[in-house]
């Protein structure tokens, strides 16, 4: 009985242990072929949050590398905290002031392949004289736009104009979330809101976050947070080559055989109704200064990709219609009399002959850009009027 024991036992340890070498093996196999994408593709540094508003660092100059869709792209900023992009072709007498989060800032893009750097360089040629300046800034929502506009309105004159990039992020994000981007160590990370503290005491530092970023920049692993399921296994798959190959399809089966949406709770407690009062009051606070403003509706790729839709939308039982952010956002734009682009359809019919996002990163590549920037520059002609 012993003999047959040790017998199963060391089966057993040499199964695990050809397992094991097999999966060490393949794991290498495919660093080597297609590495996991870094979670802090945003250069350290990159952004600051002084007095409760977030820019881009003034005179910033780095590069951001996700190690898979994208690679040393360029990004710098003024002495403003605006990100650089082609210069006018004619001394500007109008500025275009752009608003938005990281599609508009233009995550994975050099400072010239943005969606604002090519719609400043077709108005180099349809409209000279207007000045394109982007003021997008990843990991933010409308209510850090409604703050920032204040910036802008005091370096706006008459007859300027406002653009705000309104992702699918900023429409169905509450004001107030519970788990927010923020800045820890200089990266921009997704983290839970530090708690409050009493009324003249000091926040405590969250220092397990640092902790976990320090690692990181260290050595290049993440470590996951073990009471966050979602941040654990995209954690785990920051650090595994097979996992971050798996996790897209596991995501993938879970969109298309969930039982229901939580955008559903979302809609009902009307988030993005809430989005656009702040909205409005951004509109009208530019009005009283001569100034306009419209929105541009920024969807995510979940909408624009068939095989990713069909998932997202468990087969078309969740939405009454494909461009579902336009689908919110149309009666909205209409009741609060706000002029809003809607670039959908060009994505959507560019994409299925070339992709307009990056295939893991998701944010618009160069040929999303382009799209986005030729529906804008066809749309503000009248609006600049």
Not at 38 to 49: D, E, F, I, Q, V
Not at 144 to 166: C, K, S
Not at 183 to 197: Q, W
Request: proline share 8%; hydrophobic share 45%; aromatic share 10%.
């Amino acid at each position: 009985m012993a003999s047959r024991l040790r017998l199963f036992l060391l089966n057993a340890g040499l199964v695990f242990a050809s397992l094991t070498v097999g999966l060490a093996l393949l794991e290498a196999a495919t660093w080597l072929i297609r590495p996991p994408p870094s979670p802090y593709s945003l250069p350290r540094n990159l952004m600051t949050a002084a007095s409760g508003v977030w820019t881009l660092t003034p005179d910033f100059r780095g590069v951001m590398d996700n190690r898979v869709d994208f690679r040393a792209k360029t990004v710098t900023a003024d002495a403003r905290g605006v990100r650089r992009g082609p210069a006018t072709a004619a001394a500007p007498h109008r500025r275009l002031f752009i608003l938005g989060d990281s599609q508009t800032f233009g995550h994975g893009l050099n400072d010239d392949e943005t969606w604002p750097a090519r719609l400043q360089e077709t108005l180099n040629t349809h409209r000279p004289g207007t000045r394109v300046e982007n003021w997008g800034v990843p990991g933010i929502n409308i209510d850090q736009y409604a703050t920032r506009l204040d910036r802008v309105l005091a370096e706006a004159r008459d007859g300027d104009f406002v653009l705000v990039g309104v992702s699918w992020n900023d429409l169905i994000t509450p004001q107030h979330p519970i788990g927010v981007m923020r800045l820890v160590e200089g990266y921009l990370v997704n983290a839970p809101a530090e708690p409050a503290n009493p009324p003249g005491e000091t926040p405590a530092p969250d220092t397990a976050t640092a902790a976990r970023v320090r690692l990181y920049g260290y050595t290049g692993v993440v470590l996951p947070p073990l009471q966050n399921a979602k941040q654990f296994a995209e954690a785990l798959a920051a650090n595994s080559a097979l996992a971050s190959l798996l996790m897209p399809r596991l995501r993938a089966l879970w969109h298309r055989w969930r039982p229901g949406t939580p955008l559903t709770q979302i809609v009902e407690g009307q988030v993005p109704d809430a989005n656009f009062w702040l909205l409005y009051d951004m509109k009208e606070r530019a009005r009283r200064q001569g100034v306009g403003l419209a929105v541009v509706l920024l969807p995510e790729r979940y909408f624009i990709d068939d095989a990713l839709y069909l998932a997202y939308s468990g087969g078309g039982r969740f939405f009454p219609e494909r461009n579902y952010m336009a689908y919110l956002a149309r009666p909205l734009c209409r009741s609060f009399d706000i002029p809003c682009i809607d670039p959908f359809d060009a994505l959507t019919e560019r994409h299925r002959n070339k992709p307009v996002t990056f295939a893991i990163d998701g944010h618009y590549n160069t040929v999303g850009a382009d799209v986005v920037a030729g529906v804008v520059a066809k749309e503000i002609t009248d609006l600049l009027k």
